[in-house]
Structure formats: structure tokens, C-alpha cells
Nanobody, 116 residues
Framework: QVELVESGGGLVQAGGSLRLSCAAS????????MGWYRQAPGKQRELVAT????????YADAVKGRFTISRRNAGIITLYLQMNSLKPEDTAVYYC?????????WGQGTQVTVSS
């Protein structure tokens, strides 16, 4: 079992920055890839960025050059998403996800609202 808890969301003006964090606990030894996803009102959940245990990253075209995903593996595993040059269309609930040996786990989500 893996538990994921996101934090760092909030309200920011367009052009601003936020950093999201996702703290993993439980059977973290089994964690492989991790990623951030988002879901805007009335839309399907979509991939934002992923990172493998080896540090390889992948980004959605909409966030390339503005967002940076990273992870720290030091006792506990923490996933980060640095979001710069935020746009109103980035407004969504952001979810942390991990693929582990026992299955796929999601966090509860954190709201990001970008005002124009």
C-alpha cells in the first residue's frame, strides 16, 4: 500500500509560479514511475508530467518549457512540480500518481487556480 499526499496548490495570477509537492509513504520501496495529472471542470483527467525511478522525464506539450517535474529519494519519496509562467488554462485539480509493484495509487488532489 502506498499513500500520496499533495500540497502546494492555491490561487495565483497569470504569469506567476507555484510548486506542488507529493509526499509518498507506505511501501515506497515498490514505487517505480511517478507523475502529475490534472483535471479541469468538465474535462477528462490528463497527463501533465511523469518521471521514472531513473529520472527520465516526459511532459505534455501544453506545459513544456514552463513546468519541471522532479523527485527526491531520501528516506521518503517526494515528488515535485515547479510551475512557472502559469496561465488561466492551467486551472485544475492536480493529482499525484505512482505506479508501484502492488498497483497504481492516486493522491487526493490539490486545487490550482490561475486568475487572468
Amino acid at each position: 500500500q502506498v499513500e500520496l499526499v499533495e500540497s502546494g496548490g492555491g490561487l495565483v495570477q497569470a504569469g506567476g509560479s507555484l510548486r506542488l509537492s507529493c509526499a509518498a509513504s507506505g511501501s515506497i520501496f515498490s514505487i517505480n514511475a511517478m507523475g502529475w495529472y490534472r483535471q479541469a471542470p468538465g474535462k477528462q483527467r490528463e497527463l501533465v508530467a511523469t518521471i521514472t525511478s531513473g529520472g527520465q522525464t516526459n511532459y505534455a506539450d501544453a506545459v513544456k518549457g514552463r513546468f519541471t517535474i522532479s523527485r527526491r529519494n531520501a528516506g521518503i519519496i517526494t515528488l515535485y512540480l515547479q510551475m512557472n509562467s502559469l496561465k488561466p488554462e492551467d486551472t485544475a485539480v492536480y493529482y499525484c500518481k505512482t505506479s508501484a509493484i502492488m498497483g497504481v495509487y492516486w493522491g487526493q488532489g490539490t486545487q490550482v487556480t490561475v486568475s487572468s
